[in-house]
């Protein structure tokens, strides 16, 4: 398997633009997460959907960030409009629900976003 | 709010030397993971822990979770360049699914 796939790795934007970032899950999995990853603020988990549905997005920091999931091979974390305090690393992670609880999360390489 | 914190922020070691990072918080968790990230790349996950008390060895490293389940450590033995990295521990709730990652420990192990 090809892993969890980003896009782009580096997005280098000005600030009120549009942003979109991709993810492809790992084939199989149904439970696919978005995390932001600052030196401030360390990993943090944005939203998590389960079966293309979002089950918990109390971590997205405002209005101007949404993510969508319209099938279980693609999901998207788009802010609108974007600002400098958006420049972080952005994670894309998908897993296997397990019985037991606990859970692997495979992640993927991050996409850098940059808003000047 | 920080929910788990990782000690020390940053270790700087030299080769063949020993370590401990520490992972604590008041919570009580149903389970603890510790991954290690490089830089470029997303975390890799290295071990989970269910139980209180339990200790899990891979190679030179050494994970315990804690009686309580409130906290862990991660024992590396015979530092390797390789092994530098930032490791992050990661807590899980009881009754929720997602999991809270730590602060993050940076080391670095010189040849």
């Known amino acids: 398997d090809a892993g969890v796939i980003q896009s782009p790795r580096h997005e280098v934007t000005e600030m009120g633009q549009e942003v979109t970032l991709r993810c492809k899950p790992i084939?199989?999995?149904?439970?696919l997460f978005w995390y932001r990853q600052t030196m401030m603020r360390g990993l943090e988990l944005l939203i998590y959907?389960?079966?293309?549905?979002?089950?918990?997005d109390s971590g997205m920091p405002e209005d101007r960030f949404s993510a969508k999931m319209p099938n279980a091979s693609f999901s998207t974390l788009k802010i609108q409009p974007s600002e400098p305090r958006d420049s972080a690393v952005y994670f894309c992670?998908?897993?296997?629900?397990?019985?037991?609880?606990?859970?692997?999360?495979?992640f993927g390489p991050g996409t850098r976003l940059t808003v000047t | 709010t920080q929910l788990l914190e990782q000690s020390p922020q940053f270790l700087s070691i030299q080769e063949g030397e020993n370590l401990t990072v520490y992972c604590n918080s008041s919570?009580?968790?149903?389970?603890l993971q510790w991954y290690r990230q490089e830089p470029g790349e997303g975390p890799v996950l290295l071990v989970t822990?269910?139980?209180?008390?339990e200790v899990k060895k891979l190679k030179r490293l050494t994970f315990q979770f804690g009686d309580a389940r409130k906290d862990s450590s991660l024992h590396i033995t015979a530092a390797q360049p390789g092994d530098t990295g930032l490791y992050l521990c990661?807590?899980?709730?009881?009754?929720?699914?997602?999991?809270?990652f730590g602060t993050g420990t940076r080391l670095k192990v010189l040849a």
């Open positions: 992670a998908s897993s296997l629900g397990a019985g037991t609880g606990w859970y692997e999360q495979y």
């Open positions: 084939s199989g999995h149904d439970y």
């Open positions: 959907f389960n079966n293309n549905v979002p089950i918990d």
């Open positions: 919570s009580v968790f149903s389970s």
């Open positions: 822990v269910v139980t209180g008390g």
């Open positions: 990661a807590a899980q709730h009881s009754g929720t699914y997602k999991y809270i």
